[in-house]
């Protein structure tokens, strides 16, 4: 049974469609990601289940009652801000304090659970200081103790990171994980970085404009990318226009001058995907020049100019002599690592 | 860099501000030195202003009750004047920020506008609202049988409040929205998702941030009330004097200048350690919310 639901969830402003059709089933203790561009409805989607938006359409349940009757200020959901929204005149303990005392937990329990929950962060010893007297990231550690302390049902994250410098975002990602896996609670989170949603989520929910695109394990909308928005959203990938050819014996799919038995079903034109670090150098396949060649550390980046137009290829940086610039190169994948989708000739 | 050119970089600031400043001591510092050294001169009836240095004026404002009273009366209207257009402004300014796009544009603008219009002018519509048996709302309350006697408001302290009020409020109401603008978007949101009522977010987390704002306005409605000349001009006028039309008797209808320019000294130096003290007292108490 879904612990959180949506169904065919949607929000108009005026003539203006932000959310449209929105249905997902959350699992309990599942962390979850909805992905997306800015401005493709993911805020609006979340302060819809936080209650801060009426839905224009749509049901959202909650352990099967309906949320929506439910004034925000009694769902019980932790909510953590993009800007942290954190109460600039209360220390970090009283803000903290705050969703306990509404709450009507007495004095002595309130001190205890305040505490543990810095602790929790990585914020003992913080207690007195004021949010404009921290920085960023421990304000964003405040924020989440204090969405945490009142013990929600969902936990709702809205860009949460996207405020820190990478390496502080990688820190909190980490950490950010194992407090959830440590408490267990149903998480949502918010976030236009696709590297963000990959580590972090059980699944992701990949957005644009207002519609779901897929929803997946982080590895199934890396490797079978439901549509060209996600294959491209989610990381470099390269797309050929490749054909089926249901005339030979057996069937052949046609990218260039390269091919492979054709997988079943489609006919016709087709676009082809294939992830860069899945495509090798050999000696047959679809015809390349390099154009660069750029040296990262632990692989090599190289961009082709193919008979199918550009192409990039990562290789690992094993040691083994790598192609130079100006060489040509046949470009070969194996034909379980692409994708491929049915292509309308305009 | 050379010591000549470290020399001239040292001297642009001041030579940058030298018209600036030149205006300032010249129609600012001159006229103010100039006006305390006259409330050292003495005055006759007879002899006119003598430029000698006495403490005769500074002695009968300590000693004559009747300027105790004159201060006290211009302090309490000034507070009261402070008190009311906090009580109303601050709750103005946080509707007017409440509402959306369109209509905030158009009562900023019904707040703002009075600006525009002359503090006499809008002194005197109260007059004409208030002013004795002729005003408007007087005629129509008596005509109606709601009141027997017309309301008391000119010459009354309520109505010196009132007025001076009114004329303030858009100091108090355009501090407390710059407060408001500082605000978190989501700091409300953040408050009811934790549990809070619409009351208590108003009370615990909408006030505390807006206090700094309303206690910024209450020094500036303040400090100009008290020193305000046109109102209580109007409104008290010879009967009800306050220390700005007090000053200006002395000036222009005693011709007693030097006696003028001690209650106008006495004034200044009121008002600026009671804005300086307050103000290093609330950036204390508030340092948190201000940083
Ligand atoms: N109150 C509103 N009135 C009208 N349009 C709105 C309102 N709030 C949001 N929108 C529109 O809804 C769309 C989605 O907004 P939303 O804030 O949900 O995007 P988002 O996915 O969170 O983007 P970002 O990553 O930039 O935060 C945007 O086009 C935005 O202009
Ligand atoms: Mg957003």
């Not at chain 1, 953590?80 to 929204?85: D, E, N, P, R």
């Not at chain 1, 094993?318 to 070969?332: K, N």
């Not at chain 2, 403490?55 to 201060?71: G, H, Q, R, V």
């Not at chain 2, 030097?258 to 009121?270: E, F, I, M």
Request: charged share 20%.
């Amino acid at each position: 049974m879904a612990f959180l639901e949506l169904e065919g969830v949607a929000k108009q402003f005026g003539a203006q469609t932000v959310v449209d059709d929105f249905s997902l089933a959350v699992g309990k203790g599942e962390f979850i990601s909805f992905l997306g561009p800015s401005g493709c409805g993911k805020t609006t989607t979340l302060q819809m289940i936080a209650g801060f938006l009426d839905p224009t359409r749509g049901a959202i349940r909650l352990e099967d009652k309906d949320l929506t009757a439910i004034h925000p200020a009694k769902r019980g959901l932790g909510i953590v801000f993009q800007s942290y929204a954190l109460f600039p005149h209360m220390t970090a303990a009283e803000n903290v304090a705050f969703g306990l005392e509404m709450r009507n937990v007495s004095r002595a329990d309130r001190a205890e659970r305040v505490r543990a929950a810095l602790a929790m962060v990585g914020l003992a010893g913080y207690e007195d200081r004021h949010p404009r007297r921290m920085s960023g990231g421990q304000q964003q550690r405040v924020a989440l103790a204090r969405a945490l302390v009142i013990k929600p049902s969902v936990l709702l994250l809205d860009e949460p990171l996207s405020n820190l410098d990478a390496k502080l975002r990688e820190e909190m990602q980490i950490e950010l994980r194992q407090i959830q896996r440590t408490i267990g609670t149903t998480t949502i989170l918010v976030t236009h970085d696709q590297n963000e949603a990959m580590s972090l989520s059980d699944r992701i929910v990949v957005m644009s404009q207002g519609k779901i695109e897929q929803i997946g394990t982080p590895q199934e909308t890396y490797e079978k990318p439901a549509s060209a928005f996600v294959s491209q959203f989610l990381g470099k990938t390269n797309d050929f226009a490749g054909a089926i050819d249901r005339t030979a014996t057996p069937a052949l799919l046609v990218v260039g001058s390269w091919s492979a038995p054709a997988p079943a079903g489609l006919s016709g034109p087709v676009t082809v995907s294939i992830r860069p670090e899945r495509i090798g150098f050999g000696d047959a396949g679809l015809g390349a020049k390099i154009v660069t060649r750029i040296f990262q550390g632990n692989h090599w980046l190289f961009q082709c100019d193919s008979e199918c137009g550009p192409a990039i290829v990562i290789r690992q940086n094993d040691g083994q002599p790598q192609p130079t610039e100006g060489e040509a190169v046949r470009l070969t994948w194996r034909p379980e690592d692409m994708s491929v989708r049915a292509r309308t000739v305009a | 860099m050379s010591a000549a050119a470290e020399e001239r970089n040292a001297r642009a600031p001041w030579a940058l501000t030298a018209p600036a400043l030149m205006l300032f001591v010249g129609v600012l510092l001159i006229p103010l030195a100039m006006t305390v050294m006259l409330s050292f001169h003495d005055w006759g009836q007879y002899k006119g202003i003598e430029p000698v240095f006495i403490l005769k004026n500074w002695k009968e404002i300590a000693t004559d009750p009747y300027y105790a009273e004159m201060f006290w009366r211009t302090f309490r209207i000034a507070i009261l004047t402070t008190l009311l257009t906090a009580l109303l402004g601050a709750p103005e300014a946080y509707i007017l920020n409440r509402m959306s796009g369109r209509w905030k544009s158009f009562f900023l603008l019904v707040i703002l506008g009075p600006l525009l219009i002359s503090v006499v002018a809008r002194t005197l519509g109260w007059a004409l609202l208030f002013g004795g048996n002729n005003g408007l709302v007087n005629k129509l309350l008596m005509s109606a049988g709601v009141i027997r006697f017309p309301i008391p408001f000119m010459f009354t302290e309520t109505g010196m409040v009132v007025a001076l009020a009114h004329v303030m409020m858009p100091f108090m109401v355009l501090s407390v929205w710059a407060a408001l603008q500082r605000l978190d978007p989501q700091i409300e949101n953040a408050a009811m998702s934790l549990g809070a009522g619409p009351i208590t977010i108003i009370r615990r987390i909408i006030m505390p941030q807006i206090m700094p704002g309303v206690l910024s306005g209450a020094i500036i409605v303040f400090s100009l009330s008290a020193s305000a000349f046109a109102t209580p001009a109007i409104i008290g006028g010879r009967r009800l004097k306050v220390a700005a039309t007090l000053a200006y008797d002395e000036f222009l209808n005693t011709l007693n200048w030097p006696l003028g320019a001690a209650v106008a000294t006495l004034l200044l130096v009121a008002l600026v350690l009671i804005v300086v003290g307050s103000n290093a007292l609330i950036e204390r108490r508030y340092a948190e919310v201000f940083r």
